[in-house]
C-alpha cells in the first residue's frame, strides 16, 4: 500500500493562513444554479458533500460582468443582490471544515449571448470571428463587440467589485480565472490579441491586462485590511495555435505574477505530468518548470487525470506543486477526501456510471453532459 498521509499535513500560505490539507477541489462548472444566479437545491445537494478533508474548495466560474456570462445556470458576482448566494455557497463549504474560494470569470470573446442576453465583447473582434470561421460556426449571427478603453477599465473594476462581493459573502479568498481561453488569457495570447494599443502587441503590453485584474483585486483585500484573504490565480500553460501562449510566455506571467502579494497559482490542465511542448524548457513537465519560479513565493496547485490512490500518491511524490487539485474525481466521488485519508482504496469510483445517477448528486444539466461523455468530464463505465 502507498503512503498518501502527507497530502493530509496542513500547509501554511505566504499570508499565514494555514491549510488545513494539500488535496484541492478544482473549479468546476456545474450547470447547476437558478437562472438568476441564486443558489438551487440541486446545486446545494452537490456541495453539502463533497469538501470533507479538503484543503481548498475552489467553486468554479462565477461571472464578474453581464457580458461576460459564457455557461446555462453560472453564478454571479455583479452586485449587492450577489452577496446572500455566494455566503450560502461558502457557508456550505466551510461548514465541512474546507477554505472556500471563490473563482471569477469573465468568458471574453467566448461568453455566451444565449445566457448573458447581451452582445459578446472581443479583446480583437477580427480575430473572435476568424476562430468561429475555422470552427465551421456563423460568423454573423454571433455579433462580437470589440473591447473599448472604457470597456477595458470597467472589466477590470468588475473583476475587484466580485472580489469585494466574495469578501463580503465570507468567502476564504478568490481565485482569478487566467485560463481556459477565456478574457484574461485572451488578452495575454498572441493568437487572440492581435490589438495595437496599450493593451496589445508586445509581451509587456499583452501582459497589462492580467496584471491589472490582479492588482484591482489586491487592493479590495487592502481596503477591508484582510491580509487573511486569499488570492490565487489560474493559468493554461500552452495554447495548440501557431502564435499561441508557449512556455516561454507563460514563464515570463509567472515572474511577473509571484511579485504581486498572491497566495498561490493554478495550473490548469488534463495530465498532471504534462511536458511542455514548446518554448522555454521543452520536454520538461510544466509544473516542474512552474514551480522552480514559485517555490518560496507563492504555493502552486497542480491538477490533471487524477482518479486513484495511487495518481495521488505519484502525483505527491513528484513534487512539483504544492497542492494537489482533482475536478473529475470528486465528481464520481462525494467524499473523495475521506476515502483517501482512510485509505479505502477500493471504494473510489474511477469510473461514472451513467446507469446510476443517484451515486453522485450531479445537478441535471452536469448530468446530462457526463454521459454524453467528453476529454473534460469523468470517464465513463461502458457495459
Known amino acids: 500500500m502507498v503512503d498518501n498521509s502527507k497530502l493530509f499535513k496542513k500547509y501554511t500560505l505566504n499570508n499565514k493562513v494555514e491549510v488545513p490539507s494539500l488535496l484541492v477541489v478544482a473549479p468546476l462548472t456545474l450547470f447547476g444554479s437558478n437562472p438568476d444566479g441564486s443558489v438551487s437545491e440541486e446545486e446545494r445537494e452537490y456541495l453539502k458533500r463533497r469538501a470533507i478533508g479538503i484543503g481548498l474548495y475552489i467553486l468554479g466560474a462565477t461571472a464578474v460582468s453581464q457580458e461576460g456570462i459564457a455557461f446555462a445556470l453560472q453564478p454571479r458576482a455583479l452586485s449587492d443582490k450577489d452577496i446572500q448566494p455566494n455566503a450560502e455557497r461558502a457557508k456550505i463549504i466551510k461548514y465541512q471544515g474546507a477554505l472556500a474560494i471563490n473563482q471569477i470569470h469573465h468568458g471574453g ?35 462580437f463587440v470589440e473591447l473599448t478603453e472604457q470597456d477595458i477599465k470597467r472589466i477590470i473594476n468588475d473583476f475587484a467589485r466580485a472580489t469585494e462581493i466574495s469578501l463580503k459573502a465570507g468567502y476564504d479568498g478568490i481565485e482569478i480565472h487566467g485560463a481556459n481561453n477565456f478574457i484574461l488569457q485572451q488578452f495575454y495570447s498572441g493568437f487572440y490579441n492581435k490589438r495595437k494599443d496599450e493593451w496589445g502587441g508586445s509581451l509587456e503590453k499583452r501582459m497589462r491586462f492580467p496584471l491589472e485584474v490582479v492588482d484591482a483585486c489586491c487592493k479590495i483585500r487592502d481596503k477591508y485590511n484582510k491580509p487573511e484573504f486569499i488570492i490565487g490565480y489560474r493559468l ?25 502579494p498572491i ?121
Open 109 to 143: 470573446c467566448h461568453a455566451n449571448k444565449t445566457y448573458s442576453g447581451v452582445p459578446v465583447m472581443a479583446v480583437s473582434v477580427e480575430q473572435a470571428n476568424k476562430e468561429l470561421k475555422d470552427k465551421g460556426m456563423p460568423v454573423e449571427e454571433n455579433g
Open 263 to 383: 497566495q498561490y497559482i493554478h495550473v490548469s490542465q488534463k495530465n498532471f505530468f504534462q511536458k511542455a511542448r514548446r518554448g522555454e524548457g521543452t520536454g520538461i513537465e510544466r509544473l516542474k518548470l512552474i514551480h522552480k519560479e514559485t517555490k518560496g513565493k507563492v504555493a502552486l496547485i497542480g491538477v490533471g487525470g487524477l482518479f486513484s490512490y495511487k495518481d495521488f500518491n505519484k502525483a505527491l511524490k513528484s513534487e512539483f506543486s504544492d497542492f494537489i487539485a482533482t475536478a473529475r474525481a470528486s465528481m464520481m466521488n462525494k467524499y473523495l477526501g475521506t476515502l483517501l485519508k482512510e485509505e479505502r482504496v477500493d471504494e473510489i469510483n474511477l469510473l461514472l456510471d451513467p446507469v446510476h445517477p443517484e451515486k453522485y448528486s450531479l445537478p441535471n444539466l452536469l448530468w446530462a453532459s457526463c454521459v454524453k461523455g467528453g476529454d473534460s468530464l469523468p470517464p465513463l463505465k461502458r457495459k
Open 236 to 260: 493554461s500553460p500552452e495554447e495548440p495555435f501557431e502564435e499561441g501562449i508557449t512556455m516561454t510566455e507563460t514563464l515570463s506571467l509567472v515572474r511577473e505574477l509571484v511579485k504581486k
